[in-house]
C-alpha cells in the first residue's frame, strides 16, 4: 500500500518544487537573513500543494479521458486510477486533503507574520488546482506552460522567501526565473509523447495545439532566458560569481534540446531531469558556501 501512495503522489517528482524552495532558503542564508521555523513550515506547504496538484491532474485527467491505453516510460500520469491502485474518489479526496494541509500551514504562517503569506499560497494551490480543474483547465487552454513556469518558479520562490525573510527579493526574481525553466523543461518535453492522446481530448498544450515544432523552439528560448536570467543575476544583482556554475544544468537542457529534436523525448526528458538536479543543486552550494 506505502508503494502505492508514493506511486499516486508521484513523490520522486516533487523535487520540482523542493529544489526551488530549497534554493529560496539558500538565498535567505546567503543574505543572513535565514529563519529556520518560517522555512521549514513553507516549504513542506509547498510541497503539499505539488502533491494535491499531481493527485487532481491524475483525477480530472482521468475524468477527461486524457491518458494513454497503456502507460509507457514515465509520461501520463501515475495511473494510480487506472491500475485501481486507487478509486478516483481516493485521489480527488487526497487531493483536496493535500491542498488544505498547505494552506493550513500558510494560514498559520500569516498568523506569525503577515496576511499576504496566505495570499501567496492561495495563489499557488489555486494555479496547482485549476491546472487540470474545470471551469479553468489551465492545462487545457494552452496556458499550462506558463502557469507551470510562474506557479514553479516566481511564485514558488517568492512566497519560500518572504515566508523565511518577511521581504522579497529582485534577485530571487531571476533566479527563480532559471530554475522554473528547469522545470518547465520537464513537462515540455513530456508533452510530445502524449501529442495523440492530448488532441483526442483536447487538451491544448504547445505541441499538441501547435506541433512538435513550436515546442522546440519553446523549449530552446525559454533555455536561453533562463541562463540568462542567472548570468543577470550576478550582473546586475551582487549575487556571487559562483552562482554561475549552476549553467551546468542549462547545459544539459541544451542536450535534451538535442535530442528533443532528434525525436528522442524520453531521452530527453532524463536530461531534463539531471539538469533541474543537478542546476538546482549547485546553485544552492553555491549560495550557501559561495564555493
Not at 20 to 40: I, Q, T
Not at 48 to 66: I, P, Q, R, V
Request: charged residues 10%; contains cysteine; hydrophobic residues 55%.
Amino acid at each position: 500500500m506505502l508503494q502505492k501512495l508514493v506511486n499516486a503522489l508521484r513523490l520522486p517528482f516533487l523535487i520540482a518544487s523542493f529544489l526551488p524552495a530549497a534554493a529560496a532558503g539558500a538565498l535567505a542564508v546567503h543574505d543572513g537573513n535565514f529563519s529556520a521555523w518560517p522555512f521549514f513550515v513553507s516549504a513542506f506547504a509547498i510541497l503539499c500543494a505539488h502533491a494535491g496538484t499531481n493527485l487532481a491532474n491524475d483525477y480530472f485527467d482521468y475524468k477527461a479521458g486524457n491518458y494513454p491505453k497503456v502507460k509507457k516510460g514515465p509520461t501520463g500520469g501515475s495511473f494510480a486510477i487506472q491500475n485501481r491502485d486507487f478509486a478516483a474518489g481516493q485521489i480527488y479526496k487526497m487531493s483536496i486533503a493535500c491542498f488544505v494541509l498547505s494552506l493550513g500551514l500558510f494560514a498559520y504562517l500569516a498568523t506569525q507574520s503577515s496576511p499576504l503569506i496566505l495570499g501567496l499560497g492561495i495563489a499557488g494551490v489555486a494555479i496547482g488546482f485549476f491546472y487540470t480543474a474545470p471551469p479553468v483547465k489551465l492545462g487545457y487552454r494552452l496556458l499550462g506552460e506558463m502557469a507551470t513556469f510562474v506557479g514553479m518558479g516566481p511564485l514558488l520562490f517568492e512566497t519560500v522567501y518572504f515566508a523565511t525573510t518577511g521581504t522579497f527579493s529582485t534577485a530571487g526574481l531571476l533566479l527563480s526565473a532559471f530554475l522554473g525553466v528547469l522545470v518547465l523543461n520537464i513537462l515540455l518535453a513530456a508533452q510530445i509523447p502524449d501529442i495523440e492522446v492530448d488532441q483526442a481530448s483536447r487538451k491544448h498544450t504547445i505541441s499538441a495545439k501547435l506541433g512538435p515544432s513550436a515546442l522546440y523552439n519553446t523549449f530552446l528560448l525559454a533555455n536561453i532566458f533562463g541562463a540568462l536570467a542567472l548570468v543577470a543575476s550576478v550582473a546586475w544583482h551582487g549575487m556571487p560569481t559562483e552562482i554561475l556554475v549552476a549553467l551546468v544544468g542549462s547545459a544539459l537542457a541544451f542536450k535534451a534540446y538535442s535530442l528533443l529534436t532528434q525525436e528522442k523525448p524520453l531521452e530527453a526528458l532524463g536530461y531534463c531531469l539531471n539538469a533541474l538536479q543537478i542546476g538546482g543543486i549547485l546553485l544552492i552550494l553555491a549560495l550557501i558556501l559561495k564555493i
